[in-house]
């Protein structure tokens, strides 16, 4: 299986903070002891060397013994004691030695560099310098040398035992570091999700708000910015259609009275008919679209306790003319008690026209419709006509879908209207068959808490 880049933030910071941290594991100790080693030997070749210049400024060559050398007593105890890996001799060109310190016989002074300046070598275990010296008009060198197996040494288990200790500090460090930037993370991701939350919760009830920046990085405020600037405009733009829907509204009402009236004076009774049904027909597109308009103008503080067995009550006087012309027997159930939700009364009745309409238009002539308003805060519509042949129930709720686009007495619209609705009062709109056969269409609106 192929593993790819992870797409979380979090997860990419982690991996390569991760594979940073075993990679500063591996080197760092690497790194630090050879720092260590090169530094060890710079001072252990400082110390040799300060050694043998000790000893080249106090040898002197007495006049009753001019191929003696002597040394002070100080520095002849410092190297005449235990042994610790010390040790010095004082050769000719030649390589022969003139003076050997106790326990020197091992040391490989045959392989020293004598040159006219100090130099430091290395021979198996041992580390020799070498310094010129002339006494006596006699040239001569002082080799030190340190046996590193000696505990006299600047010896490999300082080392061991720094790293030991440095890495027992340093590795809890590394460790550390992921969990406190997943912490900072943490906080980071949880203030951005406050924000997403906010902004997924914007609808267009609430075009008004806005996202703050508050707590977010830099490099986030940008894209928030840009944010509240698209809902600045999509606010504008809802606001703007709202007017000119109103303002066609309006300026279509009087136009289309005043042709129904003169439609009236057409003297053809079916060429009259059939121009009055456009004429009703535009009036009830009007209609529909001034009503969509006050939907998509609703906010949440529009909403106050509404009863809807009233609700179903008040309509229902209002539409009975229309409904009586199609001789369509009507029937209430509601019961005795009022069912509060919190809603916008003046959208609920619009919604239940809607519904009525629907069932008037879409069923023959003397078809029965029922209106109940149940306890539970529904409000149903149930016909007994042809029903609902389309497969797919959510169509009816598009905005200008028609099942029946041989149709022209309705623009589609009147189950967007309701569905509108039913969302703002965050309700649910369900379509399902009668039980007596047609269609039930129920709008089930959330209970006020009163």
């Known amino acids: 299986m192929r593993i790819g880049w992870p797409r979380s933030l979090i997860a990419r910071i982690l991996l390569l903070e991760g594979t940073a941290i075993v990679f500063a594991i591996i080197l760092i100790p690497l790194l630090t002891a050879s720092v260590l080693h090169r530094t060890k030997a710079v001072y252990q070749e400082k110390l040799l060397l300060a050694q043998a210049q000790d ?13 003696r050398i002597l040394l002070p007593p100080a520095l002849e105890a410092l190297y005449a004691g235990t042994y610790d890996g010390r040790a010095f001799a004082i050769v000719t060109a030649a390589g022969h030695a003139v003076r050997l310190s106790p326990h020197a ?27 010129p010296v002339r006494i ?19 010896t490999d288990d300082i080392t061991r035992s720094f790293l030991t ?30 924000v997403s939350d906010r902004a997924a919760a914007i609808g267009p009830r609430s075009l008004h708000v806005r996202l703050a920046d508050a707590g977010l990085p830099t490099e986030v405020r940008p894209l928030v910015e840009a944010t509240n600037s698209l809902i600045e405009r999509l606010e504008q733009s809802f606001e703007a259609q709202a007017e000119f829907v109103g303002n066609v509204v309006h300026e279509l009402r009087t136009p289309l009275a005043t042709l129904r009236i003169r ?57 009975a003319p229309m409904m009586l012309a199609g001789r369509h027997p009507l029937t209430l159930e509601v019961p005795e008690a009022p069912v509060w939700v919190r809603g916008n009364r003046m959208l609920l009745a619009i919604a ?20 109940a308003v149940d306890p539970a805060g529904v409000l149903a519509v149930t016909d007994r006509g042809p029903g609902i042949t389309v497969t797919d129930r959510s169509l009816l709720t598009q905005r200008f879908w028609r099942a029946d686009h041989r149709r022209s007495d ?28 047609g269609t039930r269409f129920a709008m089930v609106i959330p209970l006020a808490n009163r």
């Open 55 to 67: 000893i080249a400024a106090e040898v002197t060559s007495t006049p009753s013994a001019p191929g």
């Open 105 to 131: 016989q091992d040391v490989p002074w045959g392989a020293a560099q004598r040159r006219r300046t100090p130099q430091s070598f290395k021979r198996g275990s041992y580390v020799l310098v070498s310094v």
């Open 136 to 154: 006596a008009d006699t040239a001569l060198w002082i080799l030190v040398s340190q046996d590193e197996t000696r505990p006299g040494a600047i």
């Open 165 to 194: 200790r440095y890495l027992a500090l340093l590795l809890p460090i590394l460790l550390l570091l992921p969990l406190i930037n997943s912490v900072l993370i943490a906080l980071l991701v949880r203030t951005v999700r406050k």
């Open 263 to 319: 439609l009236d004076a057409v003297p053809d009774d079916t060429l009259r008919a059939a121009l009055l049904a456009q004429a009703d027909r535009v009036s009830h597109v009007v209609s529909q679209l001034h009503d969509l308009a006050r939907a998509d103008a609703m906010v949440a503080e529009d909403q106050v306790a509404v009863d809807l067995v009233a609700v179903a009550r008040d309509t229902l006087t209002e539409v």
């Open 352 to 371: 239940l026209s809607n519904f009525l309409s629907n069932a008037a238009r879409h069923t023959p002539d003397g078809t029965p419709i029922e209106i």
């Open 410 to 437: 309705s623009a589609g619209i009147g189950l967007s209207i309701v569905q509108r609705i039913v969302t703002l009062h965050d309700g649910r709109l369900d379509i399902t068959d009668g039980p007596d056969g």
